[in-house]
């Protein structure tokens, strides 16, 4: 038996990376599968993929951006498989902070609003969709996608982190509002995880930086955040809310002059 047999579950940015590799693993768990992304010829593949392997999983076009288009997500997994039980809200507008990002004297209004309105908005209006499914029967997990960088500043992407940080308060929010009728809410963190999109920005000396200050004697993978929404999601960690999870190698977790000392 799978971790989440029966259980009804939504991966939204799940055509590739992160959001993927969940989709497979909630699937492979035994969950009926919603797989949603702006790219629906992506998500129609990672849906073929959890089919071939025996799973049951339905590819979505969602826009994060668009109301409309998230609360048909969640009606679409609904029309389908009978109801709501998790929802991964990971994707995000990962196309603005690695190009238009700016640090804040320079950033462009208009490039935090979008980031806000996909990044925070849409993640607010699927739980607020997908809540009341969770509660006709009987509680559900909403797990959102913060970062790093909600926790920690950098050299550029405010809008990013400052989108991700306010998941976090988000996520304490539900987990206060809607604990009692059995919908817990939690959040990942995820450090610098290796996927095709952030590979380009993982070699020679920024690789080698990045591994310097990661506890760990690699960086992340796809499947390490897997690992931690299935943990989430099932009934494993039912008495966790109103947490966030860092998956990052403990990046976050030292003072930061232990990289310089441990080569001294």
């Given amino acids: 038996m799978g971790r989440l047999d ?103 209004p208009a490039v935090w609003d979008e980031t806000m309105r996909v990044n925070l908005r849409g993640t607010m209006v699927a739980i607020q969709a997908a809540v009341p499914h969770m509660i006709a029967r009987g509680g559900g997990s909403v797990i959102n996608t913060s970062s790093g960088a909600g926790l920690a500043g950098d050299l550029r992407n405010p809008a990013y982190g400052a989108s991700k940080a306010a998941i976090v308060n988000l996520t304490q929010y539900v987990a206060t509002q809607y604990g009692k009728q059995g919908v817990r809410c939690n959040a990942i963190a995820p450090g610098f995880i290796v996927t095709p999109a952030s590979a380009g920005s993982a070699h020679g000396a920024i690789r080698e930086a990045m591994l310097r200050h990661h506890l760990t004697p690699r960086l992340g993978r796809p499947e390490d955040v897997a690992a931690a929404v299935v943990f989430l999601a099932s009934d494993e960690s039912v008495f966790i809310t109103g947490h966030t999870l860092r998956v990052d190698g403990g990046l976050l977790s030292h003072q930061p002059y232990v990289a310089d000392l441990r080569e001294a």
Avoid: C, F, P
């Fill in 6 to 108: 029966g259980k009804i579950a939504v991966v939204t940015g799940a055509a590739s990376g992160i959001g993927a590799a969940t989709a497979r693993r909630v699937a492979a768990e035994g969950a009926h599968t919603v797989v949603a992304d702006l790219n629906l010829d992506g998500a129609k593949a990672v849906t073929e993929d959890v089919r071939a392997s025996g799973g049951s999983a339905t590819a979505v076009a969602v826009d994060l951006g668009d109301v409309d288009s998230v609360r048909a997500m969640v009606a679409a997994a609904v029309k389908t498989y009978g109801g709501l039980d998790v929802l991964h809200n990971n994707a995000a507008a990962t196309h603005l902070a690695a190009r238009r990002d700016l640090a804040v004297v320079e950033a462009d």
